[in-house]
């Protein structure tokens, strides 16, 4: 596994506005990806984001509303703009550290944002 | 048709008493099966993961699949108050295929003592 940090692991925001959500961890990977949970659902995935690449999105998600920025094998950004109330989730990235044929992710500590 | 489907629960179960936790999928071409387990506030933990047919066992967990049927199951033997939380059952295709874990929506453990 591997130790994955977030930052902010909570913040309130105002209508309109834009939030930036850090992922860093403590070795390099290949593949990070960000999640979204609403409240008492489970996860759905965002977007995924590879070094060197644009990140690749899901349906239902788009670039302009949640740019990913992923300078280097252990950090990635994701940009929550112009936020309402819907928007109010848990934030979660995640990473796959394993070197074989198959995924295993592990989640970061997780940002939880409220809109108001 | 969801893509992967747990029952919500709750289930509830005895200390000392097997939990049975179930999910089904509907993509034959999965081929990795994972159990998070997410307490209240926190983000999910990878307790188990399978990949052949059959049961894999790690201390009181047992992940049974089968991919005939797409079924996977989780066993928590001894259940303790502390395996009370929310199982997520996630599936994925071999790296070559893409990156794409896809959650059910989690079953609710109460463990009561």
């Known amino acids: 596994s591997a130790v994955i940090s977030q930052k902010p692991s909570r913040d309130i925001c105002q209508r309109g506005t834009s939030l930036t959500i850090q992922c860093q961890v403590d070795?390099?990977?290949?593949?990070m990806f960000w999640y979204r949970q609403q409240p008492g659902q489970s996860l759905t995935l965002i977007a995924t984001?590879?070094?060197?690449?644009?990140?690749?999105?899901e349906s239902g998600f788009v670039i302009d509303k949640f740019p990913i920025s992923r300078p280097n094998l252990t950090f990635s950004t994701l940009t929550v703009s112009n936020m309402s109330p819907e928007d109010s989730s848990i934030y979660l990235c995640?990473?796959?550290?394993?070197?074989?044929?198959?995924?295993?992710?592990?989640f970061g500590p997780g940002t939880r944002l409220t809109v108001l | 048709q969801k893509e992967v489907e747990q029952n919500s629960g709750p289930l509830s179960v005895p200390e000392g008493a097997i939990a049975s936790l179930n999910c089904t999928y509907s993509?034959?071409?999965?081929?990795?099966f994972f159990w998070y387990r997410q307490y209240s506030g926190k983000s999910p933990e990878l307790i188990m993961f399978?990949?052949?047919?059959g049961d894999k066992e790690d201390g009181r967990f047992t992940a049974q699949l089968n991919k005939a049927s797409q079924y996977v199951s989780l066993l928590i033997r001894d259940s303790q108050p502390s395996d009370s939380a929310t199982y997520l059952c996630?599936?994925?295709?071999?790296?070559?295929?893409?990156?794409?874990?896809?959650f059910g929506g989690g079953t609710r453990v109460l463990v009561k003592p």
């Open positions: 993509d034959r071409g999965s081929q990795s």
């Open positions: 995640s990473v796959d550290t394993s070197s074989g044929a198959y995924n295993e992710q592990f």
């Open positions: 070795s390099q990977v290949t593949m």
């Open positions: 399978i990949y052949s047919n």
């Open positions: 996630a599936v994925d295709k071999i790296k070559a295929a893409g990156n794409k874990l896809t």
């Open positions: 984001a590879n070094q060197g690449s644009e990140a690749t999105y």
